[in-house]
């Protein structure tokens, strides 16, 4: 046996690793980030990681929109505009960031579909999909408070008409009115406010709920969608693992996406219409496409029901894991459930279309 020890150079890169791993145990931190196994009949369709993506995309653009964009309604639409003509390749940020919202809130209501029809929020994890609906909450506010934004008169107006519905929250509506707009009226108070929540309360809060989500997801590995949590055998496990294999699927479908997102942008960018102007109404005022069923829902029944559904629906799918008690996951098993969930979502749907046309 050749015991010699041959003394090869270290890198730079190297010797830096080594050095840090000495002071912090890096590498055992990553082993036990990496080295863990996904389930042979996990199908997550990669959507969380999708979401995830979407939203590295929506903040790298968004930082990058920030260095021009002014906050103010005499400056706000004027910047957009200068954003779209003069900057290079401004247009395909902006658009980007427009299109990747839209992606976002897709994958990510596609990713709750998901976890929902497998049963993946059941027992041990409940609190990971409490979390999931709040990052749900975070991406449509995004989607809200970024509409106003370019201060044109489609922003303006679809934001006075959605803020309006706050109104009719029996008791505090006209607190909750005055606190969203900054005054009875959409104005700069409110574009000030919808730019501070939209760069700022936003992205930290879905950073930390986001962060808190990955953990637990790490610790309790991928659900089963063939067997509840309790009956998986420890001799079944380990699966597929996660570092390099399901990684590098996961890396290929944000390429798509990628792919996807840079050619919407480039052959749809978006628009602008004319600048915001309070005295003068359009003639239709519809919100975006994900608020659509909600606004033909306000349509159908009186305006007190169609703002306390919702209000009464929201802690109803947060606590869906605490009230839906059977242990079950296979759909055959759980009929009733899936029926509720694919009824909700038809109706949805339905509203969505019939708000579209309308
Ligand atoms: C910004 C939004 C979100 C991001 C970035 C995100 C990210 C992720 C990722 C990366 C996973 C790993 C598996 C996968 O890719 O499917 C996951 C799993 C999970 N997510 Fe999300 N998620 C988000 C929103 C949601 C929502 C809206 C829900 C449900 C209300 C949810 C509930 C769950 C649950 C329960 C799991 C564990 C599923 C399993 O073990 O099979 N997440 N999430």
Same mark, same amino acid.
């Given at each position: ?9 270290t890198?730079?890169a ?29 199908? &997550?369709?990669? %959507? *969380?990681?999708?979401? @995830? /993506? ?7 653009? $968004?930082? +990058? !929109? ?11 639409y ?7 003509s ?41 609190? &990971?999909?409490? %979390? *999931?609906?709040?990052? @749900? /909450? ?7 408070? $970024?509409? +106003? !934004? ?12 959605g ?67 309790g ?19 996961e890396?290929i ?47 159908l ?41 694919v ?16």
């Amino acid at each position: 046996m050749n015991d010699q020890v041959i003394d090869r150079p270290t890198s730079l890169a190297q010797r830096v690793i080594d050095w840090m791993d000495e002071r912090y145990e890096l590498r055992s931190l990553l082993d036990a980030m990496l080295h863990v196994y996904v389930p042979r009949e996990a199908k &997550t369709f990669y %959507l *969380g990681g999708i979401t @995830l /993506f979407l939203f590295f995309m929506q903040a790298s653009s $968004g930082i +990058l !929109l920030t260095l021009y964009y002014q906050p103010t309604p005499d400056t706000a639409y004027n910047s957009v505009l200068f954003i779209t003509s003069d900057v290079s390749f401004g247009w395909l940020i902006r658009s980007v960031h427009a299109w990747g919202a839209n992606l976002m809130i897709v994958a990510c209501v596609l990713h709750l579909l998901r976890v929902f029809f497998q049963g993946a929020y059941k027992r041990p994890r409940e609190i &990971t999909w409490v %979390l *999931g609906v709040f990052l @749900l /909450f975070i991406t449509l506010g995004f989607g809200f408070t $970024g509409y +106003l !934004l370019p201060w044109d008169q489609r922003a303006f107006w679809a934001t006075t008409v959605g803020t309006e519905s706050a109104g009719a929250v029996p008791v505090i509506g006209d607190f909750l009115l005055n606190f969203i707009r900054g005054g009875a009226t959409v104005s700069d108070v409110t574009l000030t406010r919808f730019f501070g929540i939209h760069t700022l309360v936003l992205p930290v809060s879905l950073a930390a709920v986001l962060l808190v989500h990955i953990v637990l997801i790490h610790q309790h590995g991928l659900a089963n969608p063939k067997k509840p949590a309790g009956q998986v055998k420890p001799d079944e496990e380990p699966g597929i693992p996660f570092f390099p294999h399901y990684i590098l699927d996961e890396a290929i479908a944000w390429y798509i996406v990628l792919a996807v997102l840079v050619i919407l942008a480039s052959l749809f960018p978006a628009g602008l219409e004319a600048k915001a102007n309070p005295l003068e109404t359009p003639a239709h005022i519809k919100p975006e496409w994900y608020f659509l069923s909600l606004y033909q829902f306000l349509k159908l029944v009186p305006r007190t029901v169609g703002v306390l559904t919702p209000v009464a629906a929201a802690p109803l799918l947060i606590l869906l894991p605490f009230l839906d008690r059977n242990p079950e996951v296979a759909p055959a098993k759980r009929p009733r459930m899936i029926a509720a969930g694919v009824l909700l979502l038809l109706a949805i749907t339905i509203l969505t279309v019939w708000g579209h046309f309308s």
